[in-house]
């Protein structure tokens, strides 16, 4: 029976709410899903960037390097090479260090920052790696279209402490460098006493040095530098390196970055039958005698009934200078020590000159001065401190070296000498812990100084 005609509309506008209904959902859903997509691609796109900015980070190491280094002034101009890949030179691959005495290319140190990775073990490594560098040639500076040498740069600071110290940091950081297959050290010294003697962002090829036998070097400490153009070094020490080695290193590489007016010094040398009778004594002063590290002068007295420093028992006494004097037969007698001039061996020589028979200059200038005098000198007594341990390391004039004991930690010198120059050890019954009748005033170390009895200092041709 046909339905009547008010209900028949009525289901048709009941079926057409629902087709509106289905409509809008399939709408919604569209929606979602075109929403879902388009969160799903935005995430992606996120994800990419924050990669592609580590690659580019991990790249920009070689940049940033390079703006470190250009820099303008006495020490010479740094210009940035352009990368095969880059016409623009946004890609650095290489550093051109110029020097300030010429605007041409004949005279540049070129030196490749692209990554390179270092030889090594497989599976898990043991502490300490045999290392050995073979060379043949020194390296010299070299053009921009000779080519540059390929491999990773080292990046040395000057470390903490005093300038023995820093020397001791900057030559093992070549050395570290150089033994791990490093193509370059790049400094970044930031301390005064180093920036007097050293150009501070100099750039320096390596290999020039010959390290003979094997040395033993540890990993590389931060691992997280590693396959990085530029490895900053953390202190890491090769086992079984030498003076002999250092002196190399400072003659062959070190050069390279001295500033020219403590290469000057060091190349104004009295002749040799001069400087045969010359003498030269580093005293150290200033803070072993009652003064803080960073006072260069003091009106205050030494305080003789306060406890000494314990490291002056490690010092000569005068009367070692005396015996030395005497025995080698010197005419003249350089002392180098600090503006305070609180060291008592000062007055001591100076008013024993004339039954000595020598002349007594003292020599307490500038750091690069007195520097220079420990690193020129023919004939050095050390004192115990890594100023004139490490100075004797750098010193390609001396031919006698005379001491009592190498400092500690940071000397970088030995028994194992360079050839050329001999080495004398002064013995005595005196130590830190044991140094009857003397007590541990400051009174009793000057009375020791001074009048300790030179029959009990004994010498030997090298040392043990």
């Known amino acids: 029976m046909p339905l009547p005609e008010d209900v028949s509309s009525l289901s048709a506008s009941a079926s057409s709410s629902r087709r509106r209904r289905r409509q809008r ?12 997509c388009s969160r799903s691609l935005l995430i992606i796109a996120v994800l990419a960037t924050i990669l592609l900015l580590a690659v580019s980070s991990y790249q920009a190491d070689a940049s940033s390097f390079v703006n470190i280094y250009m820099q303008t002034g006495t020490a010479g101009e740094y210009v940035l090479g352009k990368g095969d890949g880059d016409s623009n030179g946004t890609v650095v691959t290489a550093v051109t260090a110029v020097t300030a005495a010429s605007s041409t290319t004949s005279s540049v140190a070129t030196v490749a920052l692209e990554p390179s990775t270092t030889t090594g073990t497989t599976g898990p490594a043991p502490p300490l790696v045999a290392a050995t560098v073979a060379t043949t040639a020194p390296a010299t500076a070299t053009s921009e279209t000779q080519g540059a040498p390929g491999g990773p740069v080292m990046q040395v600071t000057d470390g903490s402490g005093r300038l023995g110290n820093n020397l001791a940091f900057i030559l093992r950081g070549i ?17 005064k006493p180093c920036k007097e003697l ?18 033993f070097c540890p990993e590389k400490s931060d691992k997280r530098q590693e396959g990085r153009p530029v490895y900053n070094f953390q202190g890491e020490r090769c086992k079984g390196s030498t003076a002999k080695d250092f ?3 400072a003659l062959e590489t070190l050069v390279q ?23 030269t004594v580093h005293l150290r002063g200033q803070d072993l005698w009652g003064m803080q590290e960073f006072e260069l002068t003091s009106d205050k007295p030494i305080p003789l009934e306060a406890n000494a420093h314990h490291w002056l028992w490690h010092q000569p006494p005068c009367t070692m200078y005396r015996k030395i004097i005497v025995e080698e037969g010197f005419t003249k007698v350089i002392v180098v020590t600090s503006p305070d001039l609180r ?12 039954s000595l028979g020598v002349e007594v200059v003292i020599q307490s200038g500038s750091l690069r001065e007195d520097f220079c005098a420990l690193a020129k000198a023919s004939n050095l007594v050390l004192s115990f401190s890594t100023l004139g ?6 010193n390609n004039q001396v031919k006698k070296i005379f001491f009592r004991e190498f400092a500690q ?17 002064y013995k005595m019954p005196i130590s830190e812990g044991k140094h009857p009748p003397y007590g541990n005033t400051y009174r009793e170390i000057i009375k020791w100084f001074t009048t300790y009895d030179e029959s009990q200092i004994t010498k030997s041709a090298g040392c043990r």
């Open 25 to 36: 959902q399939a709408d919604s859903s569209n929606l979602t899903c075109s929403w879902s």
């Open 409 to 425: 930690t940071h000397s970088l010198i030995d028994c194992g000498l360079w050839p050329g120059t001999e080495l004398y050890q």
């Open 343 to 354: 060291h008592v061996c000062v007055e001591w020589l100076k008013s024993n000159a004339a």
């Open 198 to 215: 050293f150009e501070p962002k100099a750039v320096l090829p390596l290999g020039g040095a010959k390290i003979e036998g094997p040395r």
């Open 389 to 394: 341990d490490n100075a004797a390391v750098l």
């Open 257 to 279: 970055a001295f500033r020219p007016e403590f290469k000057t010094c060091l190349d104004a040398v009295s002749a040799p039958e001069v400087t045969a009778k010359e003498l």
């Open 247 to 249: 002196h190399s290193l």
């Open 175 to 191: 050395l570290y460098a150089q033994m791990t297959q490093h193509a370059a050290v790049t400094f970044s010294l930031t301390s």
